[in-house]
T-cell receptor
Framework: RKEVEQDPGPFNVPEGATVAFNCTYS??????FFWYRQDCRKEPKLLMS???SGNEDGRFTAQLNRASQYISLLIRDSKLSDSATYLC??????????FGAGTRLFVKA | DVKVTQSSRYLVKRTGEKVFLECVQD?????MFWYRQDPGLGLRLIYF???????EKGDIPEGYSVSREKKERFSLILESASTNQTSMYLC?????????????FGQGTRLTVV
């Protein structure tokens, strides 16, 4: 079983739609959680950290459920520029960072 | 502007060759990582290092070794390249100590073994 599992998609949504991605992790020792974004043929870049109380950054909302070992990302009012692969990431304190395989999103006009 | 630099964007090597992939970071980060990324499999951790001369195996270390002689440089070595090591290789660095620290990636090296 993979340590971090995501639905690979692709998710095809129209502009303005709300879309949600989910991710589960198996290592209960995981301490930090993130969502990264990777554009085609580019390196991954941090989108946002995920905090226990949930957090929001503009149109993006991240949630963490430690009991269920589950992370989510909600994107509201999708833009064409949101088209990318979204990677769920966990680590056990900076030494071992584990990436999910990613969820592909296509936003269409 | 923070930077992680990988020595090559594209490499073509022959089966059996010894291959060196170099990565340099300018952020004084303690932790450095090597991943490979393949379609449908995402990023898989090969090795990581949390200090000079220290290294730990990741999930897929077979066929690879690493070297970290200086804090800013982390090298990935393919002892005898094989066709199943054709992949995108990504180096990353990250600081320690604080929670939720960001990992910064290099631009990647696309290696083809023929």
């Amino acid at each position: 079983r993979k340590e971090v599992e995501q639905d690979p998609g692709p998710f095809n949504v129209p502009e303005g739609a709300t879309v949600a991605f989910n991710c589960t992790y198996s290592n209960s020792a995981s301490q930090s959680f993130f969502w990264y974004r990777q554009d085609c043929r580019k390196e991954p870049k941090l989108l946002m950290s995920v905090y226990s109380s949930g957090n929001e950054d503009g149109r993006f909302t991240a949630q963490l459920n430690r009991a269920s070992q589950y992370i989510s990302l909600l994107i509201r009012d999708s833009k064409l520029s949101d088209s990318a692969t979204y990677l769920c990431v966990t680590d056990t304190g900076g030494f071992k960072t584990i990436f999910g395989a990613g969820t592909r999103l296509f936003v269409k006009a | 502007d923070v930077k992680v630099t990988q020595s090559s964007r594209y490499l073509v090597k022959r089966t059996g060759e010894k291959v060196f992939l170099e990565c340099v970071q300018d952020m004084d980060h303690e932790n450095m990582f090597w991943y490979r990324q393949d379609p449908g499999l995402g990023l898989r951790l090969i090795y990581f290092s949390y200090d000079v001369k220290m290294k730990e195996k990741g999930d897929i270390p077979e066929g690879y070794s690493v070297s970290r002689e200086k804090k800013e440089r982390f090298s990935l070595i393919l002892e005898s390249a094989s066709t199943n090591q054709t992949s995108m290789y990504l180096c990353a660095s990250r600081s320690t100590g604080l929670m939720n620290t960001e990992a910064f990636f290099g631009q990647g090296t696309r290696l083809t073994v023929v």
